[in-house]
């Protein structure tokens, strides 16, 4: 049976990526859904943008660009590092590049711009890093930047779910332009929660891979989702984006 999964932030946890890649049984007939963050924490960031490329071969699959992608894009660009990166992550990403030579740089550049902002589908699911917030959806965003970092539609679910007024068009807002929303970008552990989160239709699958938590794939259709262990387990000499 042919499965649509989304996966959430990877943050440069390549061992907990293949995790969670075998405890779902992933197969060619599925197409992956890759929500974006694929940087910056963990030690195998420039791996795992390999291992992503090499995937394309593998089985059909979708590749958001997140707000760390964004700044490690830049920097390969350009050799300029932006201050909040590092202090976000990007120098382990820095690090993971070092034995990287100009062609292979010249590749992950080529994969980085083949990247999507949002992708929606046509059961009325929206795919996007972070979020919007023009009414009109992702299409009329005025800021592009806004998809891959803005956190005011997660802050809204919760609020509307938390008022009770889920079900409301009036109240969803712009949320009610799709049956489903999934995002990452925003950790569930900051809400103490160590599982994909809904609030009303948005799902966020970034269960803080980057820090304490686990690397999440679901299976859009059944919710059925798959985590790996925690990545301080699977790299146990690290730190990832703790401090």
């Known amino acids: ?24 049984k992933v197969c060619a007939d599925d197409t992956l ?5 694929y940087v910056d924490g963990w030690s195998e960031s420039a791996a795992v943008i390999d291992f992503l490329r090499q995937r394309r071969s593998v089985q059909p ?26 202090a976000h992550g990007g120098q382990s990403t820095i690090k993971s590049y070092a034995a990287m030579d100009d062609d292979s740089i010249a590749a992950q550049l080529a994969f980085f711009a083949e990247m999507k902002l ?3 589908d046509n059961s009325g699911r929206l795919f996007v890093h972070a979020g919007f917030t023009s009414p009109g959806g992702p299409a009329q965003e005025p800021l592009a930047a806004n998809l891959s970092w803005d956190r005011t539609l997660w802050e809204a679910a919760l609020e509307t779910e938390e008022i009770g007024n889920a079900n409301s068009p009036q ?10 929303i999934y995002i990452g970008h925003t950790p569930t552990i900051y809400f103490n929660v160590q599982v994909p989160m809904r609030a009303c239709n948005v799902w966020n699958l970034d269960t803080g891979a980057a820090f ?21 387990k699977l790299y146990p000499k690290e730190s990832g984006r703790n401090r």
């Open 1 to 24: 049976m042919k499965r649509t999964l989304a996966i959430g932030d990877i943050h440069g946890g390549l061992r907990a990526l293949h995790q969670v890649l075998e405890r779902a």
């Open 33 to 37: 859904i890759f929500l974006g963050d």
């Open 61 to 86: 699959c979708v590749f958001l660009k997140g707000n760390h992608d964004q700044w490690c894009e830049e920097w390969l660009q350009t050799g300029q590092a932006d201050k909040n990166w590092l």
């Open 118 to 120: 949002y992708v929606e």
């Open 171 to 180: 109240q969803l807002g712009r949320m009610a332009l799709y049956k489903e």
């Open 212 to 232: 304490t938590g686990k690397l999440t794939i679901m299976d859009i259709d059944t919710k059925e989702f798959w985590q790996s262990d925690q990545l301080k």
